[in-house]
């Protein structure tokens, strides 16, 4: 997931007329690795918030300042 796609690699691609057909893959492809991050982004989110809930329910006061590190690091990527 941690492709890196440039803003030249994509005009050189659309710029190749004969190869129109990479430039739409390649942007299909950076989509789709967009949408594959935000949903593992998500899915981390919510196992952090029952990891903190449950931490809050059995009072362990390390884990709960672990999880909510993480659970803030995360936020404050968006």
Do not use: C, G, P
Not at 41 to 65: G, M, P, T, Y
């Amino acid at each position: 997931m941690d492709k890196f796609y440039s803003y030249t690699d994509f005009l050189r691609a659309i710029n190749q007329t004969s190869q129109h057909n990479d430039a739409e893959k390649l942007l299909n492809e950076i989509y789709l690795d967009l949408f594959l991050q935000r949903l593992q982004r998500e899915q981390r989110l919510d196992k952090l918030r029952q990891a903190i809930d449950e931490a809050l329910q059995v009072r362990d006061e390390q884990a709960f300042k672990e999880y909510t590190s993480e659970y803030i690091a995360l936020q404050a990527e968006q």
